[in-house]
């Protein structure tokens, strides 16, 4: 019976291939390199289309994608990460010591160039001043004659080295562009979870810049159906005439107060075991600017402002 199975299943492959047969593809590759004092990288730029007959009905399809790998040379950087059409994605950790991360570019159509960005954090135990450095990378795809599907990749780099203190510094004001707009309403979220499977969500609602309500939830992981989920265990709100009463969750404060924590954070002289985390959201507010005991392995703290998100 085995071999009729494979007979079979080898029939009906080769009657998707031809219900499905491929009229036209094409590929192109675009390669180059940088090199810096803190980091070398290697790009990939590829773009692919095709068109094939499905049901009768012919179909079509592009896709233009980043490939990107990034090789520090500097072992104490910290929370290297990209930012691409606003979205931050942090590099993972590769065993020959690099990391690398893969970008789909979403754009309908052939652009003359795209620009990205490299940032990272050189910690203050070194410089005596945590120092935020920003690459922002233009690549310019050129065909070279003859080529086939192999083409070059050229590269700039317009490069900043900032303080912390000028980083949180931009991004206050243009939190204050914001709130403005919001008129002093927004909320934020502070989140924690534990490698053991529980952990609590706090809410705090801010309007006209004043405190509003802290909406609490404690939940745990249990097996339903085979699958994790996350139970409540407590919750309960606070409006802005009980709150702190019920104990539990973090402390509410606005943003601005947020603002003033992470400063004091900057100043602070890092021991050798500390490390400090810093990141903003895409529209550049202030989420986390902590530091963090690298001589803990779970469930480790992170002492400052430690954001999950701020939203309107």
């Given at each position: 019976m085995r071999p009729v199975r494979v007979i079979s299943s080898l029939i009906f492959s080769l009657i998707l291939v031809v219900g499905n047969a491929v009229s036209a593809s094409s590929m192109r590759m675009h390669t180059g390199k940088y090199s810096e004092k803190d980091f070398r990288m290697e790009f990939?730029?590829?773009?692919?289309?095709?068109?094939?007959?499905?049901?009768?009905?012919?179909?079509?399809?592009?896709s233009r994608r980043i490939i990107l790998r990034f090789f520090p040379k500097i072992s104490t950087m910290l929370d290297p990460g990209i930012i691409f059409n606003g979205k931050s994605h942090y590099l993972k950790k590769l065993a020959d010591g690099s990391t690398d991360v893969s970008?789909?570019?979403?754009?309908?159509?052939?652009?003359?160039?795209?620009?990205?960005?490299?940032?990272?954090i050189i910690p203050a135990s070194i410089f005596g001043r945590s120092l935020m450095i920003s690459n922002t990378f233009t690549l310019t795809p050129v065909l070279v004659k003859g080529g086939g599907r192999e083409h070059k990749l050229k590269i700039s780099n317009d490069r900043k080295v900032r303080t912390g203190f000028q980083v949180l510094k931009d991004s206050e004001k243009k939190w204050k562009n914001l709130n403005r707009s919001m008129k002093g309403n927004y909320s934020y979220t502070l989140s924690f979870g534990s490698f053991s499977g529980f952990g609590s969500t706090t809410v705090v609602t801010v309007r006209n810049n004043k405190i509003f309500s802290r909406n609490f939830r404690r939940w745990k992981l249990v097996?339903?159906?085979?699958?994790?989920?996350?139970?409540?265990?407590?919750?309960?709100i606070e409006n802005k005439n009980e709150l702190g009463k019920k104990g539990k969750g973090f402390k509410a404060y606005t943003m601005n107060n947020f603002y003033e924590q992470a400063r004091k954070v900057l100043q602070?002289?890092?021991?050798?075991?500390?490390?400090?985390?810093?990141?903003?959201?895409?529209?550049?507010?202030?989420?986390?600017?902590?530091?963090?005991?690298?001589?803990?392995?779970?469930?480790?703290?992170?002492?400052?402002?430690?954001?999950s998100s701020v939203q309107k």
């Open positions: 990939k730029m590829r773009f692919a289309s095709w068109m094939y007959q499905k049901n009768g009905k012919r179909v079509a399809g592009s970008l789909s570019i979403a754009v309908e159509s052939y652009q003359k160039e795209y620009k990205l960005t490299l940032q990272y097996n339903k159906g085979g699958k994790m989920v996350d139970q409540t265990t407590a919750s309960w602070k002289k890092l021991e050798k075991y500390q490390r400090i985390v810093f990141s903003f959201n895409s529209q550049g507010v202030l989420l986390r600017c902590c530091t963090v005991d690298t001589r803990i392995v779970d469930d480790v703290p992170c002492v400052g402002v430690n954001l």
